[in-house]
């Protein structure tokens, strides 16, 4: 049957135009008949079941079309309605994914208790946008909407607005223009905009229509939205710290224990450790040698992959814990390289005299064990906020 069936079509395709004037008219018209009913049956009813109301209009539309004005006004006329449809139903689809503040939205910023709860109060002073999808008019003008109907932008309430394109998966020059929009309505109320997960095309294009803010001259545009959030919470702290000349270790330690004697006995257990911008503590996979707490300066903590290089999972600030981990796991092992980010002071506690602490004063131990779990048990706690957020 197949070869038959090839083989007509062969000698149609050479004999055709001088086999058919030979074929009755009833043949011919039957065959046509029939395979206009077929189409008809499979594009109208077999393959549209399952439309909605406007795409089988759309079908009615082309089959319209091709019957008046011909073929290939028809599928022009197809183009040109799939397009419109999807500009329309893709502008409905709302490019704002999440809408945050720092309350719930932190960087990886370690900080000192004081700064945390400065950040709790007024953390509400700053808005994190996460974008997604292709930004065009419609979407586009959305987020313009939102952002030009909040009221606390146009009364000043905000100090600093994030808008987070790294799921944005492409920018028309339509969009450009309404972040130029964006910026304009930030900067008459005295907002600062900035961006994250911004391409090097796209960030070209934002700096050459003006639709950024700058700070002492510096674009405030950021690779990742942890770098901009970490801005965003410096901008608020230095907005409202009280906080009057640096703090030494014993502030640091008397903030936790409340106890000025435990506090001299511990100091008198570590060493002061000095380190230079740039310098390497520890590295990822370095046997254990005690934990940290930094008194002054920044320190950093970066973690190896394969495919990715380093990537940072946490930055330390005075008053922090640094290297508790690696003495509650198996393997007794860094589990990331840490690295001064400025001139910094650290006070190290080592494994001995921990140990001989667990031996003289067991309240003190036990407080510092009681310290590190609260340390680590508020890190788990963030990574689960994050990754809640990031799921959403």
């Not at 028809?74 to 309605?81: F, Q, S």
């Not at 009280?242 to 502030?251: K, P, V």
């Amino acid at each position: 049957m197949p070869i038959i069936t090839s083989a007509v079509c062969v000698v149609m395709a050479v004999f055709g135009s001088a086999i058919i004037p030979w074929m009755p008219k009833l043949v011919v018209g039957a065959t046509v008949f029939l395979f206009a009913s077929q189409l008809f049956y499979e594009w109208l009813y077999e393959n549209v079941r399952g439309f909605q109301p406007i795409d089988f209009a759309i079908v009615l539309i082309i089959l319209g079309t091709v019957i008046f004005l011909g073929f290939m006004t028809g599928i022009a006329v197809g183009i040109l309605l799939a397009l419109l449809l999807f500009v329309l139903r893709y502008s409905m689809i709302s490019a704002v994914q999440g809408q945050y503040s720092l309350v719930n939205y932190r960087s990886s910023v370690e900080r000192s208790q004081n700064n945390n709860q400065l950040l709790d109060q007024h953390g509400g002073e700053s808005l994190v946008y996460t974008l997604r999808g292709f930004l065009f008019f419609g979407t586009a003008n959305a987020i313009l909407d939102t952002i030009r109907d909040d009221a606390h932008i146009r009364t000043g309430h905000y100090k600093v607005i994030l808008l987070d394109l790294k799921r944005v998966t492409g920018i028309d020059i339509s969009a450009l223009n309404t972040f130029v929009q964006i910026r304009a309505i930030c900067e008459m109320s005295g907002v600062r905009l900035i961006y994250s997960g911004v391409g090097r095309e796209t960030r070209d294009s934002l700096l050459m229509l003006d639709a950024v803010s700058y700070d002492h001259g510096e674009p405030l545009i950021f690779p990742d939205a942890d770098y901009a959030v970490e801005y965003m919470e410096d901008l608020l702290l230095e907005s409202h710290s009280t906080e009057s000349g640096a703090n030494t270790i014993h502030d640091h330690l008397d903030r936790i224990f409340h106890d000025e004697e435990k506090v001299d006995l511990l100091v008198d257990h570590m060493t002061r450790v000095e380190v230079t911008a740039s310098e390497i503590l520890f590295e990822q996979g370095d046997e254990d040698t005690g934990l940290y707490m930094l008194e002054r300066g920044s320190m950093t903590a970066l973690i190896g992959t394969e495919q990715n290089g380093f990537k940072r999972v946490k930055k330390f600030r005075p008053g922090s814990l640094i290297g508790e981990l690696s003495a509650y796991t198996p393997e007794r092992q860094r589990t990331a390289t840490v690295i001064a980010d400025e001139n910094s002071v650290l006070y190290h506690l080592s494994p001995e005299n921990l140990a001989r602490l667990d031996v003289e004063n067991l309240k003190l131990a036990a407080s510092i064990h009681e310290l590190v779990a609260r340390t680590l048990g508020g890190r788990i706690a963030y990574m689960n906020r994050r990754l809640f957020l990031e799921l959403k």
